[in-house]
């Protein structure tokens, strides 16, 4: 069985914003991936799902380091972050993979891969504690630049 990857939506910005909303995602995918090229003011971006920004449903656990020094964190009652700071003339670019997004049976886990500067990078597992469909996807807490590009992608098993 292989997978396949079929665009749902890219949104490449011509102006500044301060959310970024993908929404009216169809239930048709077994996954999500969504690929980011991010250009900011500095601070770090975080993700929610639908519109559920109850904090006290997300979690997450991340792994980070920039060839030398290596950390890792555990946060509860948080958003989860899906790039570090953002510079507004070196995007920074993040992988967020969310699985089983259309069950109604399981909460939903999100694999993220991010860039946190121009030497750091990260891997954060997410949990978000709902076992409703994600229909929309909600980029927050950074302002994003022009030409800041987002794409969603469903996976399909064929």
């Known amino acids: 069985m292989t997978a396949t990857y079929d665009c749902i939506a890219t949104t490449t910005l011509s102006s500044t914003a301060s959310t970024i909303t993908l929404s009216s995602i169809p239930g048709t995918f077994t996954d999500l991936v969504l690929a980011c090229s991010i250009l900011g003011n500095g601070s770090p971006s975080?993700?929610?799902?639908?519109?559920?920004?109850?904090?006290?449903?997300?979690?997450?656990?991340?792994?980070?380091?920039?060839?030398?020094?290596?950390?890792?964190?555990?946060?509860?009652?948080?958003?989860?972050?899906?790039?570090g700071n953002t510079n507004t003339t070196t995007p920074l670019v993040s992988i967020i993979h969310i699985n089983n997004y259309a069950?109604?049976?399981?909460?939903?886990?999100?694999?993220?891969?991010?860039?946190?500067?121009?030497?750091?990078?990260?891997?954060?597992?997410?949990?978000?504690r709902s076992t409703a469909a994600v229909t929309a996807v909600n980029l927050t807490?950074?302002?994003?630049?022009?030409?800041?590009?987002?794409?969603?992608?469903?996976?399909?098993?064929?």
């Open 46 to 83: 975080r993700i929610y799902l639908n519109t559920d920004s109850a904090t006290t449903l997300y979690s997450y656990t991340e792994l980070a380091g920039d060839g030398s020094t290596a950390s890792s964190s555990r946060q509860s009652g948080t958003y989860l972050p899906w790039t």
């Open 103 to 128: 069950s109604t049976n399981v909460n939903k886990t999100m694999l993220i891969r991010h860039s946190q500067a121009s030497s750091h990078a990260a891997a954060v597992v997410g949990l978000w």
């Open 141 to 158: 807490g950074a302002t994003f630049n022009s030409g800041t590009t987002v794409t969603l992608y469903g996976i399909k098993a064929e």
